[in-house]
T-cell receptor
Framework: GAVVSQHPSRVICKSGTSVKIECRSL??????MFWYRQFPKQSLMLMAT?????????EQGVEKDKFLINHASLTLSTLTVTSAHPEDSSFYIC??????????FGPGTRLLVL | AQSVTQLGSHVSVSEGALVLLRCNYS??????LFWYVQYPNQGLQLLLK??????LVKGINGFEAEFKKSETSFHLTKPSAHMSDAAEYFC??????????FGAGTRLTVKP
């Protein structure tokens, strides 16, 4: 149980295009999901907290207009990287809140912007 | 604010040797602490977590960690390293019921 999936696992796009990444909790409902970003050989940095039915809460320094988050249901949150640029290339990981202080992590999405 | 510090960005051990990965925390309230493992190009897998029930926490793959309040530490250990243990390890703390704060990570290399 407690599986979180992400789609796609890898994506390559041209600079200036938008990319959507999906995060799904497969066997449980999550009112809160989290989006992290991980650069090579670095730790995970929280980008935003996604709450079902309300606006996401972004961490300081994260552009909300560039990283659009939608949490339309209790099992799905999406992250859209708008007008992607090479510096947005990174590993994006989502997690879903599965209980008090319990997060289940997705397998990650590797984004490469050419 | 709660945070964790991992001492040593890279640890190298021989196969069969003791593994010790260090993590110190900073918290004004009793923390919930976690250790995760990450293999290349994969997400995070939970090894174990401390939730104040017991100071010695046993996890998967033979790993364990001991919560020491006097030292504000939560070091990860394994008696005998295996080649398959080579990965990146992250210590983390939850400031509240929501987000999680990660340490910088420690890369474990296991030599044959």
């Amino acid at each position: 149980g407690a599986v979180v999936s992400q789609h796609p696992s890898r994506v390559i796009c041209k600079s200036g295009t938008s990319v959507k990444i999906e995060c799904r909790s497969l066997d449980f409902q999550a009112t809160t999901m989290f989006w992290y970003r991980q650069f090579p050989k670095q730790s995970l940095m929280l980008m935003a907290t996604s709450n079902e039915g309300s606006k996401a809460t972004y961490e300081q320094g994260v552009e909300k207009d560039k990283f659009l988050i939608n949490h339309a249901s209790l099992t799905l949150s999406t992250l859209t990287v708008t007008s992607a640029h090479p510096e947005d290339s990174s590993f994006y990981i989502c997690s879903a809140n599965g209980g008090p202080r319990t997060q289940y992590f997705g397998p990650g999405t590797r984004l490469l912007v050419l | 604010a709660q945070s964790v510090t991992q001492l040593g960005s890279h640890v190298s051990v021989s196969e069969g040797a003791l593994v010790l990965l260090r993590c110190n925390y900073s918290s004004s309230v009793p923390p919930y602490l976690f250790w995760y493992v990450q293999y290349p190009n994969q997400g995070l897998q939970l090894l174990l977590k401390y939730t104040s029930a017991a100071t010695l926490v046993k996890g998967i793959n033979g790993f364990e960690a001991e919560f020491k309040k006097s030292e504000t530490s939560f070091h990860l250990t394994k008696p005998s390293a295996h080649m398959s243990d080579a990965a990146e390890y992250f210590c983390a703390v939850t400031p509240n019921n929501n987000d999680m704060r990660f340490g910088a990570g420690t890369r474990l290399t296991v030599k044959p």
